[in-house]
């Protein structure tokens, strides 16, 4: 059974600061990972994709990598800002003969960005 | 550009109802999912629906039961319902495998 984590739990920064949210995986036999904000009570909102041929992906000030044999991948936030507060969850797709099994999410990183 | 559009908002509904949440997936998106956030938890995968068939099982109770119609939209069907029912559930579509999921808002139920 494929279990995400997530490190840390929660995180909280002055503003400017680059930071990275891990993210760990059990089973290396994914078809892909994707990043998700969400702020509270509110949904989620994707943030960035990642295939398991690819190495990293890159929005803006953000940027994921992806290690699928290590099963790791991270997410790099570039000059942080307060509106970067949220909960940042990874999620990862199994490799499946059906190719459509649904997203395992970790618990998530609480971030604040302290103006 | 549309997104995937979850109704109603809000519902509160007493222990032993019934409940039904809908979905409106993004046009074109063949495939539905159901997830259920608790309070302070991750969403945890409940079922998924491709062209209008059952695609995945999650973590779905039997009290629970969804579909997915001609026109693609879903329903969530809750029954004998719960105090531990109270979540937030959302709906995501994507396009065929390997497309991000899209999530709705959500629906937050609260059973009292």
């Known amino acids: 059974k494929q279990e995400v984590t997530q490190i840390p739990a929660a995180l909280s920064v002055p503003e400017g600061e680059n930071l990275v949210l891990n993210c760990s995986f059990t089973d290396s036999a994914i078809y892909n990972l994707q990043w998700f904000r969400q702020d509270p009570g509110k949904g989620l909102t994707s943030l960035l994709l990642?295939?398991?041929?690819?190495r990293e992906q890159t929005s803006g000030r953000l940027n994921a990598s992806l290690d699928k044999s290590s099963g790791r991948s991270t997410l790099y936030i570039a000059a942080s800002q307060p509106g970067d507060s949220a909960t940042y969850l990874c999620a990862v797709r199994l490799l499946m003969d059906t190719g459509r099994r649904a997203l395992t999410f970790g618990s998530g990183t609480r971030l604040q960005v302290q103006p | 550009a549309a997104g995937v559009i979850q109704s109603p908002r809000h519902l509160i509904k007493e222990k032993r109802e019934t409940a039904t949440l809908k979905c409106y997936p993004i046009?074109?998106?063949?495939?539905v999912y159901w997830y259920q956030q608790g309070p302070g938890q991750d969403p945890q995968f409940l079922i998924s629906f491709y062209e209008k068939m059952q695609s995945d099982k999650g973590s779905i109770p039997d009290r629970f039961s969804a579909q997915q119609f001609s026109d693609y939209h879903s329903e969530l069907n809750m029954s004998s319902l719960e105090l531990g029912d109270s979540a937030l559930y959302f709906c995501?579509?994507?396009?065929?495998?390997?497309?991000?999921?899209?999530f709705g808002n959500g629906t937050r139920l609260t059973v009292t």
């Open positions: 990642i295939q398991s041929s690819q």
């Open positions: 046009p074109r998106h063949d495939t």
């Open positions: 995501a579509s994507s396009l065929p495998t390997g497309s991000p999921l899209h």
